[in-house]
């Protein structure tokens, strides 16, 4: 995964390689001091959604005034989805499951999110 800020175009392009697999990516931001491990698991705090359901190997962000305080970061994940199930947030070679506390719209693949698989959130 790879980031480009456009800082005088107001704009963020986030970009990944494809998997064959995969029918659909999902993308989700959020701030690196809201992690934590509890119960042999990564919570990565609450997320927003930057993009659900997509086909594209890349989502480009306008920047929405949210700037993470001095000192602190923001993070980007990404999974895929192949139809049956999700890669999961993060690398396979993570020690713990990553999972969002929370997300902004419904969290993508969850199977509470009732919406279309194939959503796609521009922001």
Not at 15 to 29: C, K, T
């Amino acid at each position: 995964m790879g980031l480009e800020a456009n800082v005088a175009a107001g704009r963020t392009h986030i970009y990944w390689n494809s998997v064959p697999e995969a029918r659909v990516y999902d993308l989700i931001e959020g701030e690196l001091g809201k992690l934590s491990v509890q119960g042999g698991r990564l919570l990565l705090g609450s997320v927003r959604v930057l993009a659900s359901g997509t086909t594209e190997t890349s989502s480009l962000q306008e920047e929405n005034g949210a700037q993470p305080a001095a000192g602190a970061a923001f993070f980007y994940l990404l999974q895929y989805r192949d139809g049956l199930s999700q890669s999961g947030w993060g690398t396979e070679s993570g020690p713990w499951p990553a999972e969002p506390s929370s997300c902004d719209v419904g969290c993508p693949g969850d199977p509470s999110f009732a919406v279309s698989p194939t959503r796609y959130i521009r922001r």
